[in-house]
């Protein structure tokens, strides 16, 4: 049983809501275009970039540059490690939530 006064640890490179997004967006698939993630998270290609510049200096997040006819584009995908790290930060999320509704539990009066 783990101990109440130590809380699980929270991954700082994705706990910020957006980067949760991203890379919660790009769990669900092996990639995605560029426009399609910052579309689902609803930012501008300036806070996108700037998230994916993040998750990528941390190994959360690949980039591919290429062309589509001759439009370029950019595909992201959610490396193994970042796979990883989301699954473990969602565990931590759900240990947070149980324990503090246990808490609430062992605290809320009795039922009349």
């Known amino acids: 049983m ?3 006064q130590v809380p699980p640890a929270l991954d700082k490179e994705i706990h910020h809501p957006t980067r949760l997004t991203v890379a919660a ?17 609803g930012v501008s290609d300036s806070v996108l970039s700037k998230t994916v510049t993040a998750l990528e200096k941390a190994g959360y997040v690949s980039v591919r540059k290429g062309y589509f006819g001759k439009r370029p584009r950019t595909w992201l995908s959610l490396t193994f490690t970042g796979r990883r790290a989301l699954a473990a930060h969602l565990a931590a999320l759900e240990q947070i939530a149980g324990a503090a509704r246990r808490a609430g539990a062992e605290g809320a009066p009795p039922e009349a």
């Open 2 to 4: 783990s101990d109440p």
């Open 25 to 41: 967006f790009l769990s669900g698939c092996a990639e995605a275009e560029f426009s399609a993630v910052r579309d689902y998270c």
